[in-house]
């Protein structure tokens, strides 16, 4: 069987396309550009139950709330913190009750180096919190809100393990 001669759709007198020109004419298919790219949280995750990433003012509302890794966006939305930067690379969070911002440090990184004392000063800062403090513009600590308490507790109730 003869072979016959494959069609050229080049016009006689002008060289065919370059190999690279060839592929262009293939359209190759391109990805979403959020579907490759992983969201990346903005918030170190909790290591062995520590999170030191929250407001240190003892009489603001939010104190020992953490940040979280998500948030709630557009009108209306009521978030606890708002994500900022001190400069390029330096995260840090916003409390939106009190106004004070923080450096979002890694929790993992305290836990290796403090992971008793951390511990034991959360519990302490929860306690002055939950029964001796009481909130700015409020009459009742939250543990008389919730009736586990009667009245606001002295700081020696807290301190002292008699």
């Not at 290796?112 to 939950?130: C, D, F, G, S």
Request: net charge positive.
């Amino acid at each position: 069987m003869a072979s016959r001669p494959l069609s050229s759709s080049t016009p006689a007198g002008q060289e065919p396309p370059d190999f690279e020109d060839f592929l262009d004419t293939f359209p190759i298919p391109v990805p979403p550009k959020d579907a490759a790219k992983p969201k990346k949280a903005r918030v170190p995750s909790r290591a062995s139950g520590i999170d030191i990433n929250f407001c240190k003012t003892p009489r603001c509302a939010n104190f020992g709330v953490p940040v979280q890794p998500t948030a709630q966006r557009g009108q209306g939305a009521q978030n606890p913190y708002t994500i900022v930067a001190y400069g390029k690379g330096i995260p840090s969070a916003r409390c939106n009750c009190c106004g004070v911002s923080f450096p979002i440090k890694s929790n993992a990184g305290v836990h290796e180096e403090y992971p008793e004392q951390v511990a034991k000063i959360m519990t302490i800062y929860r306690a002055l919190h939950n029964y001796v403090w009481i909130g700015e513009g409020k009459k009742t600590t939250p543990a008389m809100r919730l009736g586990l308490a009667e009245k606001p507790c002295g700081y020696e109730d807290v301190l002292s393990f008699s």
